[in-house]
């Protein structure tokens, strides 16, 4: 467990006990994240995020000892019993690398919208600031919520249309 999260491991910590600077290391992986990172409940195509997954994180805000977090509620978090197997790692390896790439790496990301007789709704940061440069032909653009733009974060949506709809969500 300590290989997915070596970057936050502190050398001095180890010699303190063998579980707690694991444990320190994701809570600090945590810390780093995005505020929208840490509280995201939809992909921005609308998809819930992976209960799991959220139950990971909610565990990593929990005051709870090591020892109890790494064998006992981090494999319960997970679905498995309450020990430790193989595939709990498996699984915080993907949590982890899910709420890495949740965020846009670099200053901006691009989406491609084909969209023919149909509805496509994208989730997005209030704070980020989105390019809409979508053809439209017997289709519509519509935007709910208010986009801050407060972010350096900005995403550029391109494609087209036609004869659907395409909604920009602010969360």
């Known amino acids: 467990m300590a290989g997915i999260f070596h970057d936050y491991v502190l050398e001095a910590e180890k010699a303190n006990n063998e579980h707690d600077y694991v ?19 939809r992909t921005i195509s609308g998809e819930k995020v992976d209960k799991r997954y959220t139950a990971f994180t909610r565990l990593l805000r929990q005051n709870i000892g090591s020892h109890e977090f790494l064998f ?7 679905g498995y019993a309450a020990e430790f197997e193989p595939g709990v790692v498996e699984n915080v390896a993907a949590a982890k690398n899910y709420f890495d790439n949740a965020i846009i790496q670099g200053e901006s990301a691009t989406v491609h919208i084909d969209n023919s007789f149909g509805e496509v709704s994208l989730y997005v940061p209030r704070a980020w ?21 407060t972010s350096t974060h900005r995403l550029i949506v391109t494609g087209e249309t036609n004869f659907g709809a395409l909604t920009i969500v602010f969360i």
């Open 72 to 78: 006992q509620r981090l494999p319960e978090a997970f």
């Open 23 to 41: 444990v320190l290391a994701m809570r600090r992986w945590y810390m780093s994240l995005p505020k929208y990172a840490k509280e995201i409940k």
């Open 129 to 149: 600031k989105v390019d809409v440069n979508v053809d439209k032909a017997f289709g519509g653009i519509n935007m709910r919520g208010r986009m801050e733009g």
